[in-house]
């Protein structure tokens, strides 16, 4: 889910790089530019820090912890009462 939130973010950030370049005064430019290009590099980052091992090990024993906290399902697939 990181992954795709850091691409629309990139895409975004491309996005509005375009569009301040065309509204931009000339004098402008290269500061309306750079907004988006620091939102796009973090985001890239982002992306990035998603490959690593660590990232991996805690989304991979995250869905682990989130199945064990669930109250094992009663008769009819219903979570027993009172939990």
Known sequence: MLLAAAVAELLLAVRWSAVLGDVAPAGLYGQAVLLPLVFGALAAVAAGLTFT???????????????????????????????
């Open 53 to 83: 091992p660590s990232a991996r090990t805690w989304a991979r024993e995250g869905g682990a912890r989130r199945a064990a906290a669930r109250p094992a399902a009663g008769p009819g697939g219903r979570a027993p009462a009172g939990s």
